[in-house]
T-cell receptor, first 115, second 110 residues
Framework: GENVEQHPSTLSVQEGDSAVIKCTYS??????FPWYKQELGKRPQLIIDIRSNVGEKKDQRIAVTLNKTAKHFSLHITETQPEDSAVYFCAASTGYGGSQGNLIFGKGTKLSVKP | DAEITQSPRHKITETGRQVTLACHQTWNHNNMFWYRQDLGHGLRLIHYSYGVQDTNKGEVSDGYSVSRSNTEDLPLTLESAASSQTSVYFC?????????FGPGTRLTVL
């Protein structure tokens, strides 16, 4: 089955710097890769997702890149702000573009942005 | 506004008791999921449903059951609660791809 590895487990950056979180997956059939942000005591919230037919996607300060050959995808946050501090989870799914099937999550990265 | 809700938000129970966690969504999504979240394990799938009367086991389904009698609800039942089931439980639903999570239920089994 699918296995998703996420690195680093913790990341501390200065406000205004960039942050990069990387994930690798094992199942070459995976076709949907979302990223979730979870603030302390809150629910995971989708911040960006990418499908296997796209190499890169941007949404303001957030971007995700996908390398299908190497089976890895990354989250890039530019101009970090204190409110970006949270735990970020990557995930991979093989089922119907993500709407079905088992969405396998990485173990999370705790991002701290220091003012 | 459409939403997904869970109840109760906090629950303390004793070993061996039956517990049911409720999940209700008003998006009219066919697909619904139950996850548990534990430190060091991330989010793991317990059960899921692709429509009314459809239920499927996820990767950590032992000791749990679900039923789907309508589109809006997917209750999760712990048949005989165990201390290992102390966790935060999230319900989710999806339609076109993105999964939306409920606010979670923190369950403690003593």
């Amino acid at each position: 089955g699918e296995n998703v590895e996420q690195h680093p487990s913790t990341l501390s950056v200065q406000e205004g710097d960039s942050a990069v979180i990387k994930c690798t997956y094992s199942d070459s059939a995976s076709n949907y890769f979302p990223w979730y942000k979870q603030e302390l005591g809150k629910r995971p919230q989708l911040i960006i997702d990418i499908r296997s037919n796209v190499g890169e996607k941007k949404d303001q300060r957030i971007a995700v890149t996908l390398n299908k050959t190497a089976k890895h995808f990354s989250l890039h946050i530019t101009e970090t702000q204190p409110e970006d501090s949270a735990v970020y989870f990557c995930a991979a799914s093989t089922g119907y573009g993500g709407s079905q099937g088992n969405l396998i999550f990485g173990k999370g990265t705790k991002l701290s942005v220091k003012p | 506004d459409a939403e997904i809700t869970q109840s109760p938000r906090h629950k303390i129970t004793e070993t061996g008791r039956q517990v049911t966690l409720a999940c209700h969504q008003t998006w009219n999504h066919n697909n619904m999921f139950w996850y548990r979240q534990d430190l060091g394990h991330g989010l793991r799938l317990i059960h899921y449903s692709y429509g009314v009367q459809d239920t499927n086991k996820g990767e950590v389904s032992d000791g749990y059951s679900v039923s789907r009698s309508n589109t809006e609800d997917l209750p999760l039942t712990l048949e005989s609660a165990a201390s290992s089931q102390t966790s935060v439980y999230f319900c989710a639903s999806s339609d076109a791809g993105a999964r939306f999570f409920g606010p979670g239920t923190r369950l403690t089994v003593l």
